[in-house]
Protein backbone atom coordinates (compact mmCIF):
# COMPACT_ATOMS: atom_id res chain seq x y z
CA UNK A 1 0.00 0.00 0.00
CA UNK A 2 2.82 2.30 0.88
CA UNK A 3 3.99 2.30 -2.90
CA UNK A 4 0.79 3.47 -4.51
CA UNK A 5 1.07 6.65 -2.51
CA UNK A 6 5.10 6.48 -3.14
CA UNK A 7 4.52 6.40 -7.00
CA UNK A 8 2.16 8.88 -6.64
CA UNK A 9 5.01 10.97 -4.86
CA UNK A 10 7.63 10.05 -7.53
CA UNK A 11 5.25 9.96 -10.38
CA UNK A 12 7.96 11.45 -12.01
CA UNK A 13 10.75 9.05 -11.60
CA UNK A 14 12.97 10.35 -14.15
CA UNK A 15 13.31 13.89 -12.66
CA UNK A 16 17.28 13.65 -10.99
CA UNK A 17 16.80 13.63 -7.32
CA UNK A 18 18.31 16.69 -6.43
CA UNK A 19 17.53 16.25 -2.56
CA UNK A 20 20.28 13.49 -0.55
CA UNK A 21 18.75 10.50 0.91
CA UNK A 22 15.53 10.42 -1.47
CA UNK A 23 15.77 6.49 -1.33
CA UNK A 24 14.19 6.64 1.87
CA UNK A 25 10.64 5.41 1.96
CA UNK A 26 9.61 9.12 3.28
CA UNK A 27 12.63 11.11 2.30
CA UNK A 28 14.72 13.33 3.19
CA UNK A 29 13.89 15.00 6.87
CA UNK A 30 15.58 16.73 9.18
CA UNK A 31 18.88 15.28 10.44
CA UNK A 32 18.75 12.62 13.49
CA UNK A 33 20.54 14.83 16.82
CA UNK A 34 21.39 13.10 20.61
CA UNK A 35 19.08 14.61 22.36
CA UNK A 36 18.47 14.51 26.01
CA UNK A 37 15.63 12.38 27.36
CA UNK A 38 13.24 15.74 28.03
CA UNK A 39 13.69 16.37 24.66
CA UNK A 40 12.98 12.91 23.21
CA UNK A 41 9.55 13.04 25.68
CA UNK A 42 8.81 16.50 24.23
CA UNK A 43 9.08 15.15 20.69
CA UNK A 44 6.83 12.46 21.10
CA UNK A 45 4.01 14.56 22.93
CA UNK A 46 4.74 16.77 19.93
CA UNK A 47 4.05 13.69 17.55
CA UNK A 48 1.18 12.46 19.19
CA UNK A 49 -0.64 16.03 19.70
CA UNK A 50 -0.48 16.91 15.93
CA UNK A 51 -0.43 13.55 14.56
CA UNK A 52 -3.01 11.95 16.85
CA UNK A 53 -6.00 13.97 15.85
CA UNK A 54 -6.24 13.30 12.02
CA UNK A 55 -5.51 9.56 13.33
CA UNK A 56 -8.24 9.38 15.65
CA UNK A 57 -10.73 11.01 13.23
CA UNK A 58 -9.70 8.67 10.66
CA UNK A 59 -9.13 5.08 12.16
CA UNK A 60 -12.39 5.66 14.14
CA UNK A 61 -14.45 6.55 10.48
CA UNK A 62 -12.40 4.53 7.75
CA UNK A 63 -11.00 1.79 9.13
CA UNK A 64 -13.30 0.88 11.98
CA UNK A 65 -16.13 0.96 9.49
CA UNK A 66 -14.70 -2.26 8.11
CA UNK A 67 -14.54 -4.10 11.22
CA UNK A 68 -18.13 -3.25 11.84
CA UNK A 69 -19.19 -4.68 8.49
CA UNK A 70 -17.64 -7.51 9.10
CA UNK A 71 -19.04 -8.23 12.15
CA UNK A 72 -22.51 -7.31 11.09
CA UNK A 73 -21.84 -9.30 7.49
CA UNK A 74 -22.46 -12.72 9.71
CA UNK A 75 -25.79 -11.92 10.93
CA UNK A 76 -29.69 -11.69 10.09
CA UNK A 77 -29.95 -8.12 10.98
CA UNK A 78 -32.95 -5.40 10.34
CA UNK A 79 -30.71 -2.56 11.92
CA UNK A 80 -32.18 -1.95 15.43
CA UNK A 81 -31.77 -3.59 18.57
CA UNK A 82 -28.57 -5.99 19.28
CA UNK A 83 -28.34 -8.14 16.38
CA UNK A 84 -28.48 -12.07 17.73
CA UNK A 85 -29.79 -14.05 14.61
CA UNK A 86 -26.56 -15.39 13.50
CA UNK A 87 -26.09 -16.78 10.24
CA UNK A 88 -23.03 -17.60 9.71
CA UNK A 89 -21.62 -17.13 5.77
CA UNK A 90 -25.59 -17.74 4.50
CA UNK A 91 -25.22 -13.82 3.56
CA UNK A 92 -21.99 -14.56 1.52
CA UNK A 93 -23.73 -17.74 -0.28
CA UNK A 94 -26.95 -15.68 -0.91
CA UNK A 95 -24.84 -12.40 -2.60
CA UNK A 96 -22.79 -15.02 -4.74
CA UNK A 97 -25.29 -16.76 -5.87
CA UNK A 98 -27.58 -13.34 -6.80
CA UNK A 99 -27.47 -13.10 -10.40
CA UNK A 100 -28.11 -9.53 -9.43
CA UNK A 101 -25.57 -9.06 -7.66
CA UNK A 102 -23.43 -11.06 -10.41
CA UNK A 103 -24.91 -8.78 -12.83
CA UNK A 104 -23.96 -5.49 -11.30
CA UNK A 105 -20.35 -6.92 -10.80
CA UNK A 106 -20.32 -7.43 -14.58
CA UNK A 107 -21.20 -4.25 -14.90
CA UNK A 108 -18.77 -2.77 -12.68
CA UNK A 109 -16.05 -4.49 -14.52
CA UNK A 110 -16.74 -2.56 -17.70
CA UNK A 111 -17.49 0.76 -16.78
CA UNK A 112 -13.76 -0.14 -15.15
CA UNK A 113 -12.56 -1.25 -18.85
CA UNK A 114 -14.35 1.18 -20.99
CA UNK A 115 -13.33 4.24 -18.90
CA UNK A 116 -9.52 3.44 -19.01
CA UNK A 117 -10.15 2.49 -22.78
CA UNK A 118 -11.98 5.30 -23.48
CA UNK A 119 -10.77 8.07 -20.94
CA UNK A 120 -7.23 7.20 -21.24
CA UNK A 121 -6.81 8.59 -24.73
CA UNK A 122 -8.95 11.37 -24.86
CA UNK A 123 -7.19 12.77 -21.68
CA UNK A 124 -3.52 12.33 -22.86
CA UNK A 125 -4.86 14.02 -26.27
CA UNK A 126 -5.96 16.76 -24.47
CA UNK A 127 -3.36 17.30 -22.07
CA UNK A 128 -0.80 17.43 -24.72
CA UNK A 129 -3.13 19.82 -26.41
CA UNK A 130 -3.61 22.03 -23.23
CA UNK A 131 0.57 21.93 -22.79
CA UNK A 132 0.99 23.53 -26.21
CA UNK A 133 1.37 27.05 -26.22
CA UNK A 134 -2.18 28.23 -27.96
CA UNK A 135 -4.17 31.04 -27.40
CA UNK A 136 -7.43 31.26 -25.23
CA UNK A 137 -5.19 28.21 -23.34
CA UNK A 138 -5.91 28.80 -19.77
CA UNK A 139 -9.90 29.19 -20.41
CA UNK A 140 -9.74 25.63 -21.63
CA UNK A 141 -7.98 24.22 -19.00
CA UNK A 142 -11.22 26.16 -16.60
CA UNK A 143 -13.53 24.68 -19.26
CA UNK A 144 -12.31 21.43 -18.62
CA UNK A 145 -12.69 20.68 -15.65
CA UNK A 146 -16.07 22.35 -14.98
CA UNK A 147 -17.78 18.99 -15.15
CA UNK A 148 -15.61 17.84 -12.54
CA UNK A 149 -16.68 21.00 -10.19
CA UNK A 150 -20.48 20.19 -10.74
CA UNK A 151 -22.17 17.59 -8.28
CA UNK A 152 -23.09 14.43 -9.73
CA UNK A 153 -27.00 14.79 -8.84
CA UNK A 154 -26.72 18.08 -10.96
CA UNK A 155 -24.99 16.45 -13.60
CA UNK A 156 -27.77 13.27 -13.38
CA UNK A 157 -30.81 15.30 -13.62
CA UNK A 158 -29.47 17.47 -15.97
CA UNK A 159 -28.12 14.27 -18.48
CA UNK A 160 -31.44 12.33 -17.78
CA UNK A 161 -33.54 15.15 -18.42
CA UNK A 162 -31.32 15.36 -21.78
CA UNK A 163 -31.30 11.72 -22.42
CA UNK A 164 -35.20 10.55 -21.63
CA UNK A 165 -37.13 9.67 -24.73
CA UNK A 166 -38.66 13.01 -25.10
CA UNK A 167 -35.31 14.60 -23.69
CA UNK A 168 -33.11 17.44 -26.02
CA UNK A 169 -31.21 14.42 -27.44
CA UNK A 170 -33.72 13.29 -29.64
CA UNK A 171 -35.32 16.69 -29.83
CA UNK A 172 -31.87 18.16 -31.09
CA UNK A 173 -31.74 14.51 -33.89
CA UNK A 174 -35.13 15.09 -35.44
CA UNK A 175 -34.79 18.93 -35.57
CA UNK A 176 -31.68 18.44 -37.42
CA UNK A 177 -33.33 15.43 -39.48
CA UNK A 178 -31.73 12.70 -38.04
CA UNK A 179 -35.11 11.53 -36.11
CA UNK A 180 -33.98 8.26 -37.61
CA UNK A 181 -31.28 7.91 -34.87
CA UNK A 182 -33.61 8.26 -32.02
CA UNK A 183 -33.24 6.75 -29.03
CA UNK A 184 -34.45 5.29 -25.63
CA UNK A 185 -30.85 6.13 -24.07
CA UNK A 186 -31.65 5.27 -20.46
CA UNK A 187 -34.59 2.73 -20.94
CA UNK A 188 -32.66 0.26 -23.88
CA UNK A 189 -31.03 -2.51 -21.87
CA UNK A 190 -28.21 -2.34 -24.71
CA UNK A 191 -27.64 1.07 -25.70
CA UNK A 192 -28.19 2.40 -21.43
CA UNK A 193 -24.40 1.51 -20.30
CA UNK A 194 -22.89 3.71 -23.30
CA UNK A 195 -25.32 6.48 -21.93
CA UNK A 196 -24.22 5.56 -18.65
CA UNK A 197 -20.16 5.97 -19.96
CA UNK A 198 -21.10 8.93 -22.14
CA UNK A 199 -21.75 10.36 -18.63
CA UNK A 200 -19.07 8.80 -16.73
CA UNK A 201 -16.31 10.70 -19.55
CA UNK A 202 -18.07 13.77 -19.52
CA UNK A 203 -18.08 13.76 -15.43
CA UNK A 204 -14.34 12.11 -14.83
CA UNK A 205 -12.42 13.52 -17.87
CA UNK A 206 -11.26 16.70 -16.66
CA UNK A 207 -9.70 14.94 -13.32
CA UNK A 208 -7.90 12.57 -15.86
CA UNK A 209 -6.35 16.07 -18.31
CA UNK A 210 -5.64 18.04 -14.65
CA UNK A 211 -3.42 15.45 -13.21
CA UNK A 212 -1.67 14.11 -16.69
CA UNK A 213 -1.26 18.45 -17.02
CA UNK A 214 0.71 18.20 -13.96
CA UNK A 215 2.93 14.97 -14.72
CA UNK A 216 3.56 16.75 -18.18
CA UNK A 217 5.03 19.94 -16.14
CA UNK A 218 7.84 17.83 -14.73
CA UNK A 219 9.19 16.40 -17.71
CA UNK A 220 12.19 18.43 -18.41
CA UNK A 221 11.89 20.56 -21.32
CA UNK A 222 15.05 20.22 -22.16
CA UNK A 223 14.68 16.43 -23.35
CA UNK A 224 11.74 17.87 -25.87
CA UNK A 225 14.40 20.13 -26.77
CA UNK A 226 17.49 18.06 -27.38
CA UNK A 227 15.34 15.99 -29.59
CA UNK A 228 14.05 18.24 -31.58
CA UNK A 229 17.57 19.78 -32.53
CA UNK A 230 18.16 16.21 -33.12
CA UNK A 231 15.74 16.53 -35.87
CA UNK A 232 12.52 14.29 -34.43
CA UNK A 233 9.32 15.76 -35.29
CA UNK A 234 6.70 16.68 -32.75
CA UNK A 235 5.07 13.69 -32.74
CA UNK A 236 7.95 11.43 -32.41
CA UNK A 237 9.11 13.90 -29.44
CA UNK A 238 5.14 12.58 -28.14
CA UNK A 239 5.31 9.01 -28.69
CA UNK A 240 9.03 8.03 -27.79
CA UNK A 241 9.81 10.83 -24.80
CA UNK A 242 6.89 12.59 -23.54
CA UNK A 243 4.70 9.17 -23.27
CA UNK A 244 6.88 7.02 -21.78
CA UNK A 245 7.67 9.64 -18.85
CA UNK A 246 4.22 10.33 -18.34
CA UNK A 247 4.28 6.48 -17.60
CA UNK A 248 3.88 6.59 -14.23
CA UNK A 249 0.82 9.69 -13.79
CA UNK A 250 -0.73 7.38 -16.20
CA UNK A 251 -0.62 4.92 -14.26
CA UNK A 252 -1.28 6.35 -10.64
CA UNK A 253 -4.75 7.49 -12.88
CA UNK A 254 -5.76 4.08 -14.12
CA UNK A 255 -5.80 2.90 -10.33
CA UNK A 256 -7.59 5.73 -9.28
CA UNK A 257 -10.37 5.20 -12.18
CA UNK A 258 -10.70 1.57 -11.78
CA UNK A 259 -11.46 1.84 -7.79
CA UNK A 260 -14.24 4.48 -8.39
CA UNK A 261 -15.64 2.21 -11.23
CA UNK A 262 -15.86 -0.36 -8.73
CA UNK A 263 -17.30 2.05 -6.28
CA UNK A 264 -19.97 4.37 -8.81
CA UNK A 265 -22.93 4.97 -7.37
CA UNK A 266 -23.63 8.92 -7.13
CA UNK A 267 -24.91 8.95 -11.42
CA UNK A 268 -26.42 5.49 -11.32
CA UNK A 269 -28.86 6.16 -8.74
CA UNK A 270 -29.54 9.29 -9.28
CA UNK A 271 -30.38 8.56 -13.57
CA UNK A 272 -32.21 5.59 -12.91
CA UNK A 273 -32.94 5.00 -9.38
CA UNK A 274 -32.51 2.03 -7.50
CA UNK A 275 -34.95 -0.24 -9.19
CA UNK A 276 -34.67 0.90 -12.68
CA UNK A 277 -30.66 0.65 -12.56
CA UNK A 278 -30.77 -3.54 -12.67
CA UNK A 279 -33.72 -3.28 -15.33
CA UNK A 280 -31.59 -1.07 -17.97
CA UNK A 281 -28.07 -3.12 -17.21
CA UNK A 282 -26.93 -0.21 -15.74
CA UNK A 283 -26.84 -1.39 -11.74
CA UNK A 284 -23.25 -1.54 -10.09
CA UNK A 285 -22.19 -3.21 -6.75
CA UNK A 286 -22.96 -0.28 -4.39
CA UNK A 287 -26.59 0.18 -5.72
CA UNK A 288 -27.16 -3.28 -5.38
CA UNK A 289 -26.10 -3.08 -2.09
CA UNK A 290 -28.10 0.12 -0.73
CA UNK A 291 -31.11 -1.22 -2.37
CA UNK A 292 -30.80 -5.02 -0.73
CA UNK A 293 -29.44 -3.49 1.85
CA UNK A 294 -30.56 -0.40 3.80
CA UNK A 295 -33.69 -0.12 1.28
CA UNK A 296 -34.67 -3.22 2.21
CA UNK A 297 -34.24 -3.38 5.99
CA UNK A 298 -31.63 -5.86 5.91
CA UNK A 299 -28.37 -4.48 7.80
CA UNK A 300 -26.82 -7.55 7.81
CA UNK A 301 -26.85 -8.29 4.12
CA UNK A 302 -25.88 -4.74 3.45
CA UNK A 303 -22.84 -5.31 5.51
CA UNK A 304 -21.89 -8.35 3.96
CA UNK A 305 -22.49 -6.91 0.31
CA UNK A 306 -19.80 -3.94 1.96
CA UNK A 307 -17.13 -6.61 2.86
CA UNK A 308 -17.43 -8.44 -0.66
CA UNK A 309 -17.08 -4.79 -2.36
CA UNK A 310 -14.06 -4.25 0.03
CA UNK A 311 -12.32 -7.05 -0.53
CA UNK A 312 -12.56 -6.92 -4.01
CA UNK A 313 -11.01 -3.58 -4.41
CA UNK A 314 -8.72 -5.09 -2.28
CA UNK A 315 -7.77 -7.77 -4.39
CA UNK A 316 -7.57 -5.14 -7.49
CA UNK A 317 -5.17 -2.72 -5.59
CA UNK A 318 -2.95 -4.98 -4.32
CA UNK A 319 -2.79 -7.11 -8.42
CA UNK A 320 -2.33 -3.29 -9.59
CA UNK A 321 0.05 -2.77 -7.17
CA UNK A 322 1.99 -5.64 -7.44
CA UNK A 323 2.38 -6.22 -11.50
CA UNK A 324 2.13 -2.56 -12.78
CA UNK A 325 3.13 0.08 -9.96
CA UNK A 326 5.91 -1.84 -8.83
CA UNK A 327 8.09 -0.72 -11.78
CA UNK A 328 7.66 2.62 -10.54
CA UNK A 329 8.65 1.82 -7.40
CA UNK A 330 11.62 0.66 -9.05
CA UNK A 331 12.27 3.84 -10.63
CA UNK A 332 13.01 2.48 -14.12
CA UNK A 333 15.23 5.26 -15.50
CA UNK A 334 16.39 7.10 -12.02
CA UNK A 335 18.23 4.10 -11.04
CA UNK A 336 16.45 4.53 -7.42
CA UNK A 337 15.92 1.04 -5.41
CA UNK A 338 12.75 2.31 -3.87
CA UNK A 339 10.80 -0.14 -2.28
CA UNK B 1 11.76 23.49 -3.17
CA UNK B 2 10.61 23.83 -6.63
CA UNK B 3 7.55 22.54 -5.64
CA UNK B 4 5.75 25.19 -3.52
CA UNK B 5 7.66 28.15 -5.77
CA UNK B 6 6.23 26.89 -8.80
CA UNK B 7 2.98 26.38 -8.03
CA UNK B 8 0.00 28.12 -9.76
CA UNK B 9 2.53 28.97 -12.77
CA UNK B 10 2.39 26.73 -15.75
CA UNK B 11 6.31 26.72 -18.00
CA UNK B 12 5.52 27.70 -21.67
CA UNK B 13 6.00 24.74 -23.41
CA UNK B 14 9.16 25.55 -26.03
CA UNK B 15 8.95 22.32 -27.79
CA UNK B 16 7.55 22.94 -31.62
CA UNK B 17 8.62 25.87 -32.92
CA UNK B 18 5.99 27.39 -35.81
CA UNK B 19 6.65 24.70 -37.84
CA UNK B 20 3.47 22.52 -39.42
CA UNK B 21 1.72 25.40 -39.87
CA UNK B 22 -1.90 23.18 -41.20
CA UNK B 23 -1.92 21.68 -37.66
CA UNK B 24 -2.89 24.98 -36.06
CA UNK B 25 -6.97 25.60 -37.46
CA UNK B 26 -7.06 22.14 -36.85
CA UNK B 27 -5.55 22.31 -33.41
CA UNK B 28 -8.56 25.19 -32.60
CA UNK B 29 -11.11 23.24 -34.36
CA UNK B 30 -10.23 20.84 -31.89
CA UNK B 31 -10.58 22.91 -29.49
CA UNK B 32 -13.91 24.53 -29.77
CA UNK B 33 -15.65 21.20 -30.39
CA UNK B 34 -14.02 20.16 -27.21
CA UNK B 35 -15.60 23.63 -25.30
CA UNK B 36 -18.99 22.67 -26.93
CA UNK B 37 -19.05 19.53 -25.69
CA UNK B 38 -18.54 20.54 -22.34
CA UNK B 39 -20.32 23.47 -22.40
CA UNK B 40 -23.84 21.95 -24.43
CA UNK B 41 -24.89 20.24 -21.24
CA UNK B 42 -24.66 23.16 -19.01
CA UNK B 43 -26.13 25.58 -21.22
CA UNK B 44 -29.27 22.94 -21.70
CA UNK B 45 -29.57 23.38 -17.80
CA UNK B 46 -28.85 27.28 -17.34
CA UNK B 47 -31.00 28.00 -20.18
CA UNK B 48 -33.91 25.10 -19.56
CA UNK B 49 -34.63 27.35 -16.54
CA UNK B 50 -35.14 30.54 -18.12
CA UNK B 51 -38.21 28.57 -20.78
CA UNK B 52 -41.79 27.35 -20.37
CA UNK B 53 -42.80 23.73 -19.99
CA UNK B 54 -44.66 23.72 -22.94
CA UNK B 55 -41.72 25.31 -25.26
CA UNK B 56 -39.60 22.46 -23.38
CA UNK B 57 -42.39 19.81 -24.08
CA UNK B 58 -42.80 21.19 -27.68
CA UNK B 59 -39.18 21.61 -28.72
CA UNK B 60 -36.59 20.16 -26.22
CA UNK B 61 -33.54 21.04 -27.71
CA UNK B 62 -34.28 24.44 -28.53
CA UNK B 63 -33.24 28.39 -27.39
CA UNK B 64 -35.60 30.19 -25.16
CA UNK B 65 -38.29 32.36 -27.16
CA UNK B 66 -39.23 34.77 -24.45
CA UNK B 67 -36.76 34.65 -21.76
CA UNK B 68 -38.27 33.75 -18.60
CA UNK B 69 -36.63 34.52 -15.44
CA UNK B 70 -39.95 33.68 -12.72
CA UNK B 71 -38.26 30.16 -12.03
CA UNK B 72 -34.94 31.65 -10.74
CA UNK B 73 -37.03 34.42 -8.89
CA UNK B 74 -39.26 31.76 -7.41
CA UNK B 75 -36.19 29.11 -6.55
CA UNK B 76 -34.04 32.70 -4.92
CA UNK B 77 -37.42 34.09 -3.24
CA UNK B 78 -38.37 30.19 -1.77
CA UNK B 79 -37.06 30.05 1.58
CA UNK B 80 -35.97 26.12 1.11
CA UNK B 81 -33.34 26.69 -1.17
CA UNK B 82 -31.30 29.31 1.00
CA UNK B 83 -32.02 26.94 3.81
CA UNK B 84 -30.56 23.85 1.39
CA UNK B 85 -27.83 26.30 0.60
CA UNK B 86 -26.58 27.41 4.29
CA UNK B 87 -26.47 23.90 5.44
CA UNK B 88 -23.85 22.78 2.59
CA UNK B 89 -22.05 25.99 3.26
CA UNK B 90 -21.98 25.58 6.73
CA UNK B 91 -20.76 21.57 5.94
CA UNK B 92 -18.26 22.51 3.25
CA UNK B 93 -16.40 25.34 5.07
CA UNK B 94 -16.64 23.03 8.50
CA UNK B 95 -15.11 20.21 6.39
CA UNK B 96 -12.53 22.03 4.92
CA UNK B 97 -11.46 23.61 7.91
CA UNK B 98 -10.88 20.54 9.64
CA UNK B 99 -9.39 18.69 7.02
CA UNK B 100 -6.51 21.78 5.96
CA UNK B 101 -5.90 21.87 9.84
CA UNK B 102 -5.67 18.52 10.44
CA UNK B 103 -3.91 17.15 7.35
CA UNK B 104 -1.42 20.24 7.97
CA UNK B 105 -0.61 19.10 11.29
CA UNK B 106 -0.38 15.41 10.47
CA UNK B 107 1.79 15.62 7.39
CA UNK B 108 4.35 17.93 9.64
CA UNK B 109 4.90 15.06 11.95
CA UNK B 110 5.73 12.89 8.92
CA UNK B 111 7.73 14.98 6.62
CA UNK B 112 10.02 15.92 9.22
CA UNK B 113 9.73 14.21 12.39
CA UNK B 114 12.03 11.01 12.66
CA UNK B 115 10.30 7.98 14.79
CA UNK B 116 9.45 4.69 14.82
CA UNK B 117 5.98 4.01 12.93
CA UNK B 118 6.04 6.95 10.18
CA UNK B 119 6.09 4.38 7.51
CA UNK B 120 3.30 2.44 8.87
CA UNK B 121 1.04 5.59 9.46
CA UNK B 122 1.74 6.75 6.19
CA UNK B 123 0.99 3.80 4.58
CA UNK B 124 -2.04 3.56 6.86
CA UNK B 125 -3.34 6.58 5.34
CA UNK B 126 -2.17 6.12 1.95
CA UNK B 127 -4.52 2.98 1.92
CA UNK B 128 -7.81 5.37 3.04
CA UNK B 129 -7.19 5.87 -0.60
CA UNK B 130 -8.76 2.44 -1.50
CA UNK B 131 -12.08 2.83 -0.27
CA UNK B 132 -13.47 5.63 -0.82
CA UNK B 133 -17.22 6.60 0.91
CA UNK B 134 -19.66 4.39 -1.17
CA UNK B 135 -18.25 0.91 0.01
CA UNK B 136 -17.94 1.92 3.63
CA UNK B 137 -21.86 4.04 3.88
CA UNK B 138 -23.19 0.92 5.28
CA UNK B 139 -21.24 0.57 8.39
CA UNK B 140 -20.32 4.05 8.52
CA UNK B 141 -23.92 4.76 8.83
CA UNK B 142 -24.43 2.20 11.78
CA UNK B 143 -21.47 4.07 13.49
CA UNK B 144 -22.84 7.54 13.17
CA UNK B 145 -26.25 6.40 14.21
CA UNK B 146 -24.31 4.96 17.25
CA UNK B 147 -22.64 8.33 17.98
CA UNK B 148 -26.22 10.17 17.86
CA UNK B 149 -25.48 11.78 14.89
CA UNK B 150 -28.07 10.75 12.94
CA UNK B 151 -29.87 13.61 10.89
CA UNK B 152 -27.44 16.61 12.11
CA UNK B 153 -24.61 18.23 9.86
CA UNK B 154 -22.12 17.02 11.99
CA UNK B 155 -22.88 13.36 11.22
CA UNK B 156 -21.91 14.57 7.46
CA UNK B 157 -19.19 16.87 8.29
CA UNK B 158 -16.85 14.35 10.90
CA UNK B 159 -16.67 11.45 8.53
CA UNK B 160 -15.93 13.40 5.39
CA UNK B 161 -13.03 14.92 7.51
CA UNK B 162 -12.19 11.51 7.75
CA UNK B 163 -12.58 10.54 4.43
CA UNK B 164 -10.44 13.60 2.96
CA UNK B 165 -7.42 12.81 5.04
CA UNK B 166 -5.93 10.23 2.69
CA UNK B 167 -5.72 12.53 -0.80
CA UNK B 168 -4.87 16.08 1.78
CA UNK B 169 -1.86 14.23 3.34
CA UNK B 170 -0.19 12.36 0.46
CA UNK B 171 -0.39 15.90 -1.39
CA UNK B 172 0.66 17.71 1.50
CA UNK B 173 3.92 15.48 2.70
CA UNK B 174 5.99 16.44 0.00
CA UNK B 175 5.28 19.88 -0.25
CA UNK B 176 6.46 19.78 3.49
CA UNK B 177 9.20 17.68 2.76
CA UNK B 178 10.37 20.56 0.23
CA UNK B 179 11.10 23.03 3.06
CA UNK B 180 15.11 22.98 2.80
CA UNK B 181 16.16 21.32 6.34
CA UNK B 182 18.54 24.73 6.13
CA UNK B 183 15.47 26.83 6.86
CA UNK B 184 14.61 24.80 9.85
CA UNK B 185 18.21 24.81 11.29
CA UNK B 186 18.36 28.05 11.37
CA UNK B 187 15.06 28.79 12.81
CA UNK B 188 16.74 26.61 15.34
CA UNK B 189 19.36 28.28 15.92
CA UNK B 190 17.77 31.43 16.12
CA UNK B 191 15.51 29.75 19.10
CA UNK B 192 12.26 28.61 17.40
CA UNK B 193 11.18 25.25 18.65
CA UNK B 194 9.74 22.68 16.67
CA UNK B 195 6.22 24.40 16.89
CA UNK B 196 7.06 27.55 16.12
CA UNK B 197 8.68 26.56 12.74
CA UNK B 198 5.69 24.96 12.39
CA UNK B 199 3.71 27.99 12.51
CA UNK B 200 5.80 30.60 11.23
CA UNK B 201 7.54 28.91 8.53
CA UNK B 202 6.01 25.91 7.63
CA UNK B 203 2.34 27.20 7.51
CA UNK B 204 2.95 30.03 4.86
CA UNK B 205 5.15 27.77 3.16
CA UNK B 206 2.83 25.42 2.26
CA UNK B 207 0.07 27.63 1.39
CA UNK B 208 -0.20 25.79 -2.48
CA UNK B 209 -0.64 22.56 -1.35
CA UNK B 210 -3.03 23.97 1.11
CA UNK B 211 -5.51 26.10 -1.49
CA UNK B 212 -5.56 22.86 -4.07
CA UNK B 213 -5.88 20.33 -0.96
CA UNK B 214 -8.28 22.93 0.63
CA UNK B 215 -10.41 23.16 -2.60
CA UNK B 216 -10.37 19.67 -3.58
CA UNK B 217 -12.40 18.93 0.02
CA UNK B 218 -14.56 21.87 -0.59
CA UNK B 219 -15.71 20.64 -3.75
CA UNK B 220 -15.94 17.21 -2.45
CA UNK B 221 -18.28 17.72 0.42
CA UNK B 222 -19.92 20.78 -1.46
CA UNK B 223 -21.14 17.51 -4.36
CA UNK B 224 -21.63 15.08 -1.44
CA UNK B 225 -24.23 12.58 -2.30
CA UNK B 226 -24.26 9.14 -0.71
CA UNK B 227 -23.18 10.11 3.28
CA UNK B 228 -25.94 13.12 3.43
CA UNK B 229 -28.55 10.31 1.99
CA UNK B 230 -28.23 8.27 4.52
CA UNK B 231 -27.46 10.39 7.58
CA UNK B 232 -29.83 12.92 6.79
CA UNK B 233 -33.59 12.20 6.63
CA UNK B 234 -35.38 15.69 8.08
CA UNK B 235 -35.54 17.65 5.04
CA UNK B 236 -34.46 20.52 7.56
CA UNK B 237 -31.09 19.33 7.65
CA UNK B 238 -30.97 18.36 3.93
CA UNK B 239 -28.28 19.74 1.83
CA UNK B 240 -28.01 20.86 -1.62
CA UNK B 241 -27.57 17.67 -3.68
CA UNK B 242 -30.23 16.01 -1.67
CA UNK B 243 -32.69 18.81 -1.90
CA UNK B 244 -31.84 19.16 -5.64
CA UNK B 245 -32.70 15.45 -6.16
CA UNK B 246 -35.92 16.27 -3.87
CA UNK B 247 -37.08 18.89 -5.62
CA UNK B 248 -36.70 17.32 -8.95
CA UNK B 249 -38.93 14.42 -7.69
CA UNK B 250 -41.16 16.81 -6.43
CA UNK B 251 -41.81 18.95 -9.28
CA UNK B 252 -41.11 16.25 -11.66
CA UNK B 253 -43.77 17.57 -13.94
CA UNK B 254 -42.29 21.22 -13.59
CA UNK B 255 -38.92 20.62 -15.84
CA UNK B 256 -38.01 24.32 -16.15
CA UNK B 257 -38.29 24.88 -12.32
CA UNK B 258 -36.03 21.77 -12.04
CA UNK B 259 -33.51 23.15 -14.06
CA UNK B 260 -33.52 26.54 -12.46
CA UNK B 261 -33.23 25.11 -9.31
CA UNK B 262 -30.59 22.81 -10.42
CA UNK B 263 -28.47 25.59 -12.58
CA UNK B 264 -28.68 28.10 -8.96
CA UNK B 265 -27.08 24.85 -6.99
CA UNK B 266 -23.70 24.02 -8.96
CA UNK B 267 -23.12 28.21 -8.88
CA UNK B 268 -21.38 28.30 -5.42
CA UNK B 269 -19.01 25.33 -6.45
CA UNK B 270 -18.37 26.64 -9.94
CA UNK B 271 -17.29 30.42 -8.44
CA UNK B 272 -15.45 28.85 -5.81
CA UNK B 273 -13.50 26.92 -8.33
CA UNK B 274 -13.00 29.33 -10.95
CA UNK B 275 -11.33 31.44 -8.30
CA UNK B 276 -8.92 29.13 -7.37
CA UNK B 277 -8.93 26.97 -10.87
CA UNK B 278 -4.93 28.32 -11.39
CA UNK B 279 -3.80 26.51 -7.55
CA UNK B 280 -4.76 23.35 -8.46
CA UNK B 281 -2.27 21.91 -11.09
CA UNK B 282 0.56 23.34 -8.76
CA UNK B 283 -0.65 22.03 -6.16
CA UNK B 284 -0.46 18.80 -7.63
CA UNK B 285 2.39 19.28 -9.55
CA UNK B 286 3.49 19.53 -6.05
CA UNK B 287 2.51 15.81 -5.10
CA UNK B 288 3.68 14.48 -7.83
CA UNK B 289 7.22 15.44 -7.74
CA UNK B 290 9.25 13.23 -5.14
Known amino acids: MTSISESLRIAQAPRVDLTAGGDDAIASSPPRRQRSSGSIWRMRLEIAALAGPALVVFVVFVILPVGIAAYYGFFSWAGYGPATKFVGLQNYVTILQDNTFIEALKHNAMIAVLSLVIQGPIAIGLALLLNRKMRGQSVLRVLIFVPYVISEVVVGIGW ?12 FLESVGLGALKQDWLSNPSIAIW ?25 PEELAEAAAIDGASYWQIQRNIVLPLLGPTIRIWAFLSIIGSFQLFDLVYIIWGQ ?15 VANGRNAGSYGYGNAVAVVMFLISLAIALLYQRFLLRRDADGAISGRKNS | MSAPSLAGRLPAPTHRRRKLSITTPVIYFVALVLVGLILVPVAYVIL ?3 RSNSEITVDPSGFPTTWQVGHYIDVLSSEVFWRELSNSAIAAVTTTFFVVGLGLMASFVLARYQFRGRGAIYGLFAAGLMFPIAVAITPLYILVRAFGLTNSLAGVIIPQIAFALPVTIIILVPFLQAIPNELQEAAEIDGCSRIGFFWRMVIPLSTPGVITVGILAFVASWNSYILPLFI ?32 LSMLPALVFFSLFERRIVGGLTGAVKG
Do not use: C, R
Open chain 2, 48 to 50: GGF
Open chain 2, 232 to 263: LNGEASYTIPLGVQAFASQYSVDTAKVLAFTS
Open chain 1, 195 to 219: SLMLVITWKYIGFAVILFLAGLQGI
Open chain 1, 160 to 171: SLMLQSHGAVNG
Open chain 1, 275 to 289: YVASTAGTSTMATYM
